[in-house]
C-alpha cells in the first residue's frame, strides 16, 4: 500500500523560506513521478509542480508560472523523499500543500494522479 507523509509546514512571515518533505513508501519510490499540489480556503486543489522518475539525466521538473523561480523540487530516491524547496513565500501562497504520485508523466490535471498524502499546511503571512 502507497503511503505519501508531508511535513515542514508552518506559519511564516511574507519573504520567508520554507521546505516540505514527503516521505513515501510502497512502491518502487524511483520510477514514478512525483508532483505536489496545494488548495488555498475555498478554492480548488492546484498543481503547484512535479518531477519525473530519476533517469540517467535526473529527474526533470515542471512547475505551475504562480512558483516557477521561487520553488524548487528535489528528490532522494534512497530516501524515498521528495522536497519542496519554497522560497519568497508570499500570502497568496497560503494553503495546505499535498504531493502526489503517479506513473508515467507529469500533469496538472489532479484526477490522473493515483495517491496523495494528506498535506501540510503553510500560512504566509503579510
Known amino acids: 500500500q502507497v503511503q505519501l507523509v508531508e511535513s515542514g509546514g508552518g506559519l511564516v512571515q511574507a519573504g520567508a523560506s520554507l521546505n516540505l518533505s514527503c516521505a513515501a513508501s510502497?512502491?518502487?519510490?524511483?520510477?514514478?513521478?512525483m508532483g505536489w499540489f496545494r488548495q488555498a480556503p475555498g478554492k480548488e486543489r492546484e498543481f503547484v509542480g512535479g518531477?519525473?522518475?530519476?533517469?540517467?539525466?535526473?529527474?526533470?521538473?515542471h512547475y505551475a508560472d504562480s512558483v516557477k523561480g521561487r520553488f524548487t523540487i528535489s528528490r532522494d530516491n534512497a530516501k524515498n523523499t521528495v522536497y519542496l524547496q519554497m522560497n519568497s513565500l508570499k500570502p497568496e501562497d497560503t494553503a495546505v500543500y499535498y504531493c502526489a504520485t503517479k506513473s508515467g508523466w507529469i500533469t496538472p490535471d489532479t484526477r490522473r494522479w493515483d495517491y496523495w498524502g494528506k498535506g501540510t499546511l503553510v500560512t504566509v503571512s503579510s
Open positions: 510502497g512502491r518502487t519510490f524511483s520510477s514514478y513521478v
Open positions: 518531477i519525473s522518475w530519476s533517469g540517467g539525466s535526473g529527474g526533470r521538473t
